[in-house]
């Protein structure tokens, strides 16, 4: 990342935050949650969709997808059974699809102020 990435960035997430100042800043993605996604057979990379839920909170939607572009899903959205920690995904040894949608927002998962973020 160059000095000017990060004036860039943080020029956009002070944008949105000037424009949405009672919003959702941003998500919390772990580690296991990327590496859940990106462990599937030929991913090669996470795309994130935006989302609203049933009372117009942001979501953020993170599925993986392959060097053809193509989402990486189940055949049929029935096959695949939503976890308790929100991720969905079929039985790991029978269907290799993993999405993630329960994503914890900020707030309350947020850095310290920094240049991204106040």
Request: some cysteine.
């Amino acid at each position: 990342m160059t000095n000017d990435d990060l004036q860039q960035a943080s020029a956009w997430t002070r944008n949105y935050r000037d424009q949405n100042p009672n919003g959702i800043k941003a998500h919390c993605l772990s580690a296991e949650t990327l590496q859940g996604i990106l462990s599937q057979s030929g991913c090669v990379g996470v795309r994130a969709y935006y989302g609203l839920d049933e009372v117009g909170a942001p979501k953020l939607v993170l599925v993986g997808y392959d060097a053809n572009q193509h989402d990486i899903l189940p055949a049929s959205p029935e096959m695949v059974p939503q976890s308790m920690d929100g991720r969905t995904s079929a039985d790991e040894t029978d269907l290799p699809v993993s999405i993630s949608i329960n994503n914890q927002p900020c707030p309350p998962c947020c850095s310290l102020q920094n240049t991204l973020n106040s």
